[in-house]
């Protein structure tokens, strides 16, 4: 029987249906990588969300492995060259939690304009500052979202539900797409010059690294806010610092860091920024379609060898 390693917190249905279509799983959490070099090459499979990293040294040490799922988007925690190397396919599953992680930067959208963590510590320690916290309109603002893929395109359809003007900008953007998605197309210094709200829906690759750094900042409005539901790695973190405490930024929410866990950071007690710890895609919605998706995924490609979603499909 062929088995399969969960390496990281999956909802149940993952297990289910890994026995249901007779595989074998092993739920086996919170492994240390050298716990996890030294049983890795016992499974045919591993499906994984962000805490395990794949390193390269892992995927030499799994001798039976053939594919890799990751249970949500990003597939920057795994070496997936390789796992090309190895002829291991690697698989994610895009839009299971698009709708999540959209709705959670329009909430910390939400929450930066009329800063609602900050009202709520301040109310529950009984000290009422009605005047401190004069929050700004959404409507009739400027929200620039960079990165319209999948989860830019659940923002972009919701910003214009709250009466915003939205420009998107994501190289390669279709006029088709734009136009479908009722957004303006922008070029980047156009959309850092205009907008009121910047959201980043990029994924992390070399591209991307840094992008939202000082001169970035420089060209964009005084006062502009900021969300970053992404990765940690698109932003300098010390520049967004310092734009943060000259006023540049008036704001930024932020779920992802480039070191996480986060437990110590130098945007934690900063007045202006609302952090989340990675939670975008944590709703239960988007777990159980994520692990319901990352399930099946390996068991038709364990039993029957097609491919889903596969990052590397073109190159095995
Ligand atoms: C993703 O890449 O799917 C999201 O960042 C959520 C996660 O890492 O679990």
Redesign the pocket.
């Known amino acids: 029987m062929k088995k399969v390693l969960i390496a990281d917190k999956a909802d149940a249905i993952c297990e289910r249906i890994l026995k249901e279509r007779g595989l074998e799983p092993v739920v086996k959490t919170g492994m240390k990588p050298e716990e996890l070099k030294a049983c890795i090459a016992g499974f045919d499979a591993i499906i994984v969300?962000?805490a395990t990293t794949l390193t390269k040294d892992l995927i030499e040490a799994a001798a039976n492995l053939k594919a890799v799922a990751r249970a949500?988007?990003?597939v920057d925690n795994i070496d997936v060259p390789a796992c090309t190397e190895k002829k291991v396919v690697v698989m994610n599953t895009p839009f299971g939690?698009t709708v999540s992680?959209g709705e959670h930067a329009i909430a910390m959208m939400m929450a930066l304009a009329r800063h609602i963590p900050q009202a709520n510590a301040s109310t529950h320690a009984g000290k009422w500052e009605k005047k401190k916290f004069e929050g700004v309109e959404l409507t009739g603002k400027t929200l620039g979202v960079v990165g319209c893929g999948n989860i830019g395109g659940v923002v972009v359809e919701r910003a214009l539900g709250l009466k915003m003007n939205v420009l998107v900008y994501t190289p390669n953007m279709t006029a088709e797409r734009a136009r479908k998605l009722g957004a303006q197309m922008a070029g980047l210094d156009e959309l850092y010059q205009k907008s009121d709200f910047i959201t980043y829906h990029v994924a992390m690759r070399e591209a991307t690294k840094g992008l939202l750094n000082k001169e970035a900042i420089a060209k964009m409005k005084k006062g502009v806010r900021l969300i970053n539901c992404a990765r940690g790695g698109i932003m300098v973190e010390a520049d967004v610092k310092e734009a943060l405490l000259s006023g540049q930024v008036a704001g930024l929410a932020c779920d992802?860091f480039v070191k996480e866990p986060a437990t110590e950071h130098i945007f934690f007690g900063m007045e202006n920024v609302i952090a989340t710890p990675?939670i975008?895609?944590?709703t239960k919605d988007a777990q159980v379609t994520?692990a319901r998706q990352a399930a099946e995924q390996i068991a038709d490609y364990l039993l029957t060898g097609k491919r889903t979603h596969a990052v590397n499909g073109d190159k095995l």
Request: hydrophobic share 30%; charged share 10%; net charge positive.
């Open positions: 969300r962000s949500g988007s990003g939690n992680t992802v990675h975008a895609a944590s994520v």
